[in-house]
C-alpha cells in the first residue's frame, strides 16, 4: 500500500510555522521558501503562524515538508501541517531572565555612578541607543539586512573592488538612518503641541518596545498581532532587488534598510520622532545604526551567516526581557520628567 500523498500542480496549500515572532520572519521564510521549484505565490502571516503557497510541480508532501525545514532550519523555523499547541519552556525563560539580570544590573551600576547616561537624548540615553543596536544586529530582525549585505558581498566575490560595493552599502546605510532620524525628529516638532506631546510620545514609545519584548519571550502569541510594519509589498521588493551589480545598488539598497520591517528599528525611529527635533532624531538613528555596525560588517566582509546559535531560543528570551526593563525605565524616567511621579532612587 503506497501511503504518499502526491500534491498537485495549482493546489492551494498552508503549513504551520513555528518560530517566527516579527515580521522580518515572514520575510526570511518568505524568501527562503521562494527558491523552491515546487512552490509560488508563497505569504507567511505572522497573526496566524502559517506560511500559504500554491504547488507549482507535482511534489509528494513528506519531501516537500522535508525540503521547507532544509531551507528554514538553520533561522529557527520548522514547519508542520498542523499548528502545535504553544508551550512555554520556562527553563529557557529563566536562563534568558538570569542572562538579562546581568546586562541589566551592570546597566543599573553605570547609571548609579553617573555613566549610564552621561550623552543624553530626548527620550533615550544615546549609550542605551547604541546598545539597543547591538542587540538588533544579533537578531532575527537584521537577518533580513544581513541577507541583503550577503547578497552584494556573493554578487562582488569574484571582483577586484569586492570591498567598495559593500563600504558604500554600509556608508549610506548609516547616513540615510542619520538623514530619515532627522526628518522624523522634524516630523516630530510638527506635532509638538505642548507639555503632553512628549509624554504622549513615550507612552507610544512603551507600547511599541514592550510589543516588541514580549514578541521576543514568546509567552503570549497574542502580541503578534500588535507589532507595528512597514507594508510588505514594500519591503519584499527590498528584499527582492537582483541586480546588485549595477553601480548605485548598494547605496540604494543601504538607504532603503531604514525602512526594512524590524521592532527594534521601529522602536528607535519612535524614539527619534519623540524628540522633535532633526538634530537630536538624527543622532539617535545614526547611533542605532553604528550599533547594528559590528555585526553587519563582519557578516558583509567575512561572508559569515547569521548563526544558529545567534537565533536560540535563551538569546530571544534574554533580549525580551532587556528591551522590557528598558521600555518601562523609560517610561518611569518620562513619567518622572513630567512631574506625574517622584523618582524612587
Do not use: W
Not at 73 to 85: D, I, M, S
Not at 117 to 126: A, C, P
Request: charge should be positive; include cysteine; glycine fraction near 10%.
Amino acid at each position: 500500500m503506497n501511503d504518499k500523498r502526491i500534491m498537485k500542480k495549482g493546489q492551494k496549500c498552508s503549513y504551520a510555522v513555528d518560530g517566527m515572532h516579527c515580521a522580518a520572519c515572514e520575510l526570511t521564510v518568505e524568501k527562503k521558501l521562494a527558491k523552491s521549484p515546487h512552490m509560488k505565490n508563497v505569504n507567511a502571516v505572522l497573526g496566524k503562524e502559517r506560511v500559504f503557497f500554491e504547488i507549482e510541480n507535482d511534489v509528494d508532501e513528506d519531501a516537500l515538508i522535508t525540503e521547507i525545514n532544509d531551507a528554514i532550519r538553520e533561522h529557527g523555523y520548522l514547519v508542520g501541517q498542523e499548528n502545535a499547541t504553544h508551550k512555554v519552556d520556562y527553563q529557557k525563560l529563566q536562563q534568558g531572565f538570569l542572562y538579562a539580570l546581568i546586562v541589566i544590573g551592570g546597566f543599573l551600576l553605570l547609571q548609579k555612578v553617573g555613566l549610564g547616561n552621561f550623552i543624553s537624548g530626548d527620550t533615550l540615553s544615546l549609550p542605551l541607543v547604541f546598545f539597543i543596536g547591538i542587540i538588533a544586529s544579533i537578531s532575527s530582525c537584521m537577518a533580513v539586512v544581513g541577507g541583503l549585505v550577503l547578497s552584494i558581498s556573493s554578487s562582488y566575490a569574484k571582483s577586484a573592488d569586492k570591498t567598495i560595493p559593500l563600504v558604500f552599502f554600509h556608508i549610506a546605510r548609516i547616513a540615510a538612518f542619520f538623514v530619515l532620524g532627522g526628518v522624523l525628529g522634524y516630523l516630530g516638532s510638527l506635532f509638538r503641541l505642548g507639555p503632553g506631546f512628549y509624554l504622549f510620545m513615550s507612552i507610544v514609545l512603551f507600547g511599541v518596545m514592550f510589543v516588541l519584548g514580549m514578541n521576543l519571550l514568546d509567552i503570549f502569541p497574542v502580541f503578534r498581532r500588535f507589532q507595528l510594519r512597514m507594508p510588505k509589498s514594500f519591503a519584499k521588493k527590498v528584499t527582492g532587488i537582483e541586480s546588485v551589480k549595477q553601480g548605485y545598488m548598494p547605496i540604494l539598497m543601504g538607504i532603503l534598510t531604514f525602512f526594512l520591517p524590524c521592532g527594534f528599528t521601529q522602536s528607535m525611529q519612535v524614539s527619534a520622532m519623540a524628540t522633535g527635533n532633526f538634530l537630536s532624531g538624527a543622532v539617535i538613528m545614526f547611533i542605532f545604526a553604528l550599533g547594528t555596525l559590528p555585526v553587519l560588517s563582519l557578516i558583509s566582509f567575512t561572508s559569515a551567516k547569521l548563526s544558529e546559535g545567534n537565533r536560540s531560543d535563551v538569546y530571544f528570551r534574554t533580549a525580551g526581557f532587556i528591551v522590557l526593563f528598558f521600555a518601562v525605565f523609560n517610561f518611569y524616567t518620562s513619567l518622572v520628567a513630567a512631574g506625574i511621579i517622584l523618582p524612587l532612587f
